[in-house]
């Protein structure tokens, strides 16, 4: 090992906000590093970004660092760890390693996209196997998740070993394995851990998570004390679940319906990877008009409130096979995702108008998070006895009580890190030695940028104070031709007066152009700026807004 080669852990996405998980490791002098990526996961957008449909992480600092990326490995399926991946991939061409359930619904997302998102060769990696990529040796260890072959990583390198524990939770009677795997986690702290770099999303709660096995008798019993439909909404991608339920409605005589395309691929995939085995094949929408209501059970999606899912058009009634009526009952077995609380409540209100009885997590025991509680996380440090705890994954607060929770357990390092931050592991104490260049982009339909670059901040404005755009022609002694074109968007059809916006804004118009002497009107840049100017401040005094304003002054 040569004297200046340095361990280094870089976050550009998912320390310091829930979502968009990505991390590197660098091994080597700093001017020469190899790296390796682990997940590169999206989050998704709010209210406060109109028309955007992914927040993808910014990787800019890879530009000048690409020869030196080595692979991407991929710890689970969720769209928070790999939803990024199609997207961001090409612009980086390094083998991609994933387990066979990531690289199904990899290529069940392609298709469903109608290859408008280019092929990502994934080398089949899973709990259990070990890579080796220049100085990185990588282990994949099995753990507990809400998802299908989940897995933590053991990175081993020439100065110390990190433990990379991706999503995870402790649950000895999951509804789908595997079991985390505690006798290979204390043989990894017996062997040695420099680093633990854990998952922080639970860590403001206490005690240990509900096993799922007291959820799926939960829902088992509410499918079978049901007189109507009982509908599940869950995450699509919680085949377990999905499992356990499709298994109790059959146990209580009920075939069951699947709505919604994500949920669809997801099954897909499970039943091609023999996940879904044994389960009952599921009915069609046409059948489901055909069968008694308390012969049914339907599994949609919709959790998060998305307006365009199954969920939300049933509870607008916007469905042409499959409806509720009064007396069914709709199953929330999922969290509210920090930011969906508004949706969500929404599609409620449109249920219980309805007549439908709504179950969440407050009534019943109907959903488990698929995260370790502080419990779990002591015992993860039992289990490995790692030197320095590092907290990913959770806005500040989770962070905060992840750090205290490790100091307290007498953990000897515990660095604050956020995205962005170069934190050195080894040699020497583990501090943060730089920053990288970090932030997000943005898909807005099949284009990628910045801020910016896609007109979001334009767009905004928009969405709060409308547009006018206004065409004025001047002859050859610069007088108006005609009327000018204006059309408005967005904007009141009254003023404060009960006048007619439009004609507001029209004669403001004017006014700015008569208002200039007819010499000075040879500056068309002038003239249209004053245009422009006049028809804000129009707008602002009779509506107390000033729109965005595009102003075409002519010549002829």
Same mark, same amino acid.
């Given at each position: 090992?040569?004297?200046?080669?340095?361990?280094?852990?870089?976050?550009?996405?998912?320390?310091g906000e829930i979502g968009m998980n990505l991390a590197l490791y660098g091994y080597g002098p700093p001017e020469h590093r190899q790296w390796i990526m682990v997940?590169?996961?999206?989050?998704?957008?709010?209210?406060?970004?109109?028309?955007?449909?992914?927040?993808?992480?910014?990787?800019?600092?890879?530009? +000048?660092?690409?020869?030196?990326? *080595?692979?991407?490995i991929i710890t689970h399926a969720h769209e928070d760890h790999y939803g990024a991946l199609a997207d961001l991939w090409p612009g980086l061409n390094v083998p991609v390693y994933a387990s066979g359930f990531t690289a199904g619904l990899l290529e069940a997302k392609r298709n469903f996209e109608k290859a408008r998102i280019g092929e990502v060769p994934v080398t089949p990696f899973k709990a259990g196997d070990t890579i080796n990529i220049g100085p990185f040796s990588i282990e994949g260890v099995a753990v507990n998740h809400s998802i299908?072959?989940?897995?933590?990583?053991?990175?081993?390198?020439?100065?110390?070993?990190?433990? =990379?524990?991706?999503?995870?939770?402790?649950? /000895?009677?999951?509804?789908?394995?595997?079991?985390?795997?505690?006798?290979?986690?204390?043989? @990894?702290?017996?062997?040695?851990? @420099?680093?633990?770099?854990c998952d922080?999303?639970?860590?403001?709660?206490?005690? &240990?998570?509900?096993?799922?096995?007291?959820?799926?008798?939960?829902?088992? %019993?509410?499918?079978?004390?049901?007189?109507?439909?009982?509908?599940?909404?869950?995450?699509?991608?919680?085949?377990?679940?999905?499992?356990?339920?499709?298994?109790?409605?059959?146990?209580?005589?009920?075939?069951?319906l699947l709505l919604g395309s994500s949920l669809k691929?997801?099954?897909?995939?499970?039943?091609?990877?023999?996940?879904?085995?044994?389960?009952?094949?599921?009915?069609?929408?046409?059948?489901?008009?055909?069968?008694?209501?308390?012969?049914?059970?339907?599994?949609?999606?919709? +959790?998060?409130?998305?307006?365009?899912a199954a969920l939300a058009k049933l509870s607008r009634d916007e469905m042409r096979n499959v409806a509720f009526a009064a007396g069914d009952i709709v199953v929330f077995s +999922?969290?509210?995702?920090?930011?969906?609380?508004?949706?969500?409540?929404?599609?409620?209100?449109?249920?219980?108008?309805?007549?439908? =009885?709504?179950?969440?997590?407050?009534?019943?025991?109907? /959903?488990?998070?698929? /995260?370790?509680?502080r419990n779990e996380l002591q015992r993860m440090y039992e289990w490995t006895r790692p030197k320095i705890v590092v907290p990913v994954h959770g806005e500040a607060t989770h962070l905060t009580a992840h750090k205290e929770l490790a100091e307290q357990s007498g953990i000897a390092l515990v660095p604050r890190v956020r995205n962005g931050d170069i934190l050195r592991l080894a040699p020497g104490p583990a501090e943060v030695i730089g920053q990288a260049p970090h932030g997000r982009i943005y898909k807005d339909g099949s284009l990628i940028g910045d801020f910016d670059e896609?007109?979001?901040?334009?767009? *905004?404005?928009?969405?709060?104070?409308? /547009?006018?755009?206004?065409?004025?022609?001047?002859?050859?002694?610069?007088?108006?031709?005609?009327?000018?074109?204006?059309?408005?968007?967005?904007?009141?059809?009254?003023?404060?007066?009960?006048?007619e916006m439009e004609d507001t804004l029209f004669d403001a118009a004017i006014s700015a152009i008569e208002?200039?002497?007819?010499?000075?009107? *040879?500056?068309?840049?002038?003239?249209?700026?004053?245009?422009?100017?006049?028809?804000?401040?129009?707008?602002?005094?009779?509506?107390? %807004? %000033?729109?965005?304003?595009?102003?075409? &002054?002519?010549?002829?």
């Open positions: 090992m040569a004297k200046q080669d340095e361990l280094v852990f870089l976050p550009l996405g998912g320390v997940d590169c996961g999206v989050t998704f957008p709010g209210p406060d970004l109109p028309g955007v449909d992914l927040v993808l992480p910014d990787i800019r600092f890879l530009a +000048s660092e690409r020869k030196n990326l *080595k692979a991407i299908p072959e989940p897995m933590s990583l053991m990175i081993r390198t020439p100065v110390g070993n990190v433990i =990379h524990t991706g999503d995870w939770k402790i649950d /000895h009677e999951p509804s789908l394995g595997p079991l985390t795997d505690e006798t290979r986690f204390r043989q @990894l702290g017996d062997e040695g851990v @420099l680093a633990l770099m922080s999303t639970n860590a403001l709660r206490d005690g &240990v998570s509900p096993s799922e096995k007291d959820v799926s008798e939960s829902l088992r %019993k509410i499918i079978e004390d049901a007189e109507g439909r009982v509908a599940i909404t869950t995450f699509s991608s919680n085949v377990g679940r999905i499992r356990t339920v499709a298994e109790a409605a059959e146990a209580a005589g009920r075939e069951v691929r997801v099954v897909d995939v499970a039943q091609d990877i023999g996940l879904m085995e044994g389960v009952k094949p599921f009915i069609s929408e046409e059948e489901y008009g055909y069968i008694p209501r308390d012969k049914v059970v339907v599994i949609l999606t919709g +959790s998060q409130g998305e307006a365009r +999922s969290r509210a995702i920090p930011g969906n609380e508004k949706a969500i409540q929404d599609i409620k209100n449109g249920l219980v108008e309805q007549g439908v =009885h709504i179950i969440t997590d407050t009534e019943a025991l109907v /959903h488990v998070s698929g /995260h370790p509680r896609m007109g979001i901040g334009e767009r *905004k404005k928009l969405s709060y104070v409308g /547009h006018v755009a206004v065409s004025v022609v001047l002859d050859a002694r610069y007088d108006i031709v005609g009327d000018p074109d204006l059309v408005s968007i967005g904007l009141p059809v009254y003023d404060d007066e009960g006048e208002s200039i002497p007819r010499a000075r009107r *040879k500056d068309i840049d002038m003239v249209q700026e004053a245009v422009r100017r006049a028809i804000r401040a129009a707008a602002n005094h009779a509506w107390g %807004k %000033k729109p965005v304003v595009t102003a075409f &002054v002519t010549k002829v």
